[in-house]
């Protein structure tokens, strides 16, 4: 099995900076794309921003300038540095991987517990 574990959600106020980590652990054989998914109350969960193996980033218009994505491949960790929060970025955070497991199988999704942010006024 793989598990995905975040940290650095928090409360915040607004202008303020967060950075989120999520570290992946188990049986591994390599991770394609990772990335950062939030939903917030009522809304469905929308993409925030997701990074390729070799380092292709792609990001919400929303959170454009203001958040960046990073990864350290040889701790299977993926970061959300998140600078001049608004209120509207409140939202659980979810860390989504697509792990391949070994050199044969299929590749698979899996998703952390997901982090609150909370940004105030």
């Known amino acids: 099995q793989v598990q995905l574990v975040e940290s650095g959600g928090g409360m915040v106020q607004a202008g303020g900076s967060l950075r989120l980590s999520c570290a992946a652990s188990?049986?591994?054989?390599?991770?394609?794309?990772m990335g950062w998914y939030r939903q917030a109350p009522g809304k469905q969960r929308e993409l925030v921003a997701a990074?390729?193996?070799?380092?292709?980033?792609n990001y919400a218009d929303s959170v454009k300038g203001r958040f960046t994505i990073s990864r350290d491949n040889a701790k299977n960790t993926v970061y959300l540095q998140m600078s001049s929060l608004k209120p509207e970025d409140t939202a659980v955070y979810y860390c989504?991987?697509?792990?391949?497991?070994?050199?044969?199988?299929?590749?698979?999704?899996?998703w952390g517990q997901g982090t609150q942010v909370t940004v105030s006024s």
């Open positions: 989504n991987a697509d792990v391949y497991r070994s050199y044969w199988s299929r590749r698979e999704s899996y």
């Open positions: 188990g049986t591994i054989f390599s991770i394609n794309a």
């Open positions: 990074i390729t193996s070799g380092g292709n980033t």
